[in-house]
């Protein structure tokens, strides 16, 4: 099994974050993409943070329930930090291959990630560009360091195969949704439980 991991706060989710699982699912190769919504982000505020079952509930408003999964299972194995999460996964499916899934946005910013040069040695990663961050994220620490290891896109398919440290740059078509643009309009507001 083939599992891309595209994990966040999904506060909410939105059109953006099914683009991003549609995308790794086709290009990737992939079985499934699993929507990890986070019971909380150490590298973002808790104020504006909606309750983790409203945040889990718009994943799933989104997911196919077969090729595309929400779930809460970084609550359940009671971690928090992506490494230690993708330890646990590795564990407790030791069948599976999984693929890292982030924007740009986050390769821009993994050095901030407890423990991201060993996510990058023990999984393959895949990055989706995301308007005004890409260029800058692909000549920012973590692409530099990890350059050698980068994959050509028309190689992606053969991601999942390749022994890590892998990763692709996916240079598609990107979406200007984001979560904070859908708060700021109040389509989501935090808290709300309907």
Do not use: C
């Amino acid at each position: 099994m083939r599992i891309g991991l595209l994990g966040g706060s999904f506060n909410p989710a939105h059109a953006g974050h099914l683009h991003v699982a549609r995308t790794a699912l086709a290009r990737l190769g992939l079985d499934q993409v699993w929507l990890l919504v986070s019971p909380g982000n150490p590298l973002k505020p808790a104020r504006g943070m909606a309750p983790l079952a409203v945040r889990l509930a718009s994943a799933r408003a989104i997911a196919d329930g077969r090729r595309i999964l929400a779930t809460d299972i970084e609550r359940r194995l009671g971690t928090r930090y992506t490494r230690d999460t993708l330890r646990a996964l590795h564990r407790r499916f030791p069948r599976a291959v999984f693929v890292w899934l982030m924007g740009a946005d986050n390769l821009a910013q993994f050095p901030r990630w407890r423990g991201w040069a060993a996510i990058a040695r023990e999984t393959q990663i895949a990055v989706l560009p995301r308007p005004t961050y890409t260029r800058g994220a692909l000549s920012a620490r973590a692409a530099r360091r990890l350059r050698r290891w980068r994959i050509p896109a028309h190689r992606a398919s053969a991601l999942a195969l390749l022994p890590a440290p892998r990763w692709v740059f996916l240079p598609v078509r990107q979406t200007a949704q984001s979560a904070t643009a859908l708060r700021r309009a109040k389509k989501f507001p935090p808290g709300d439980t309907s």
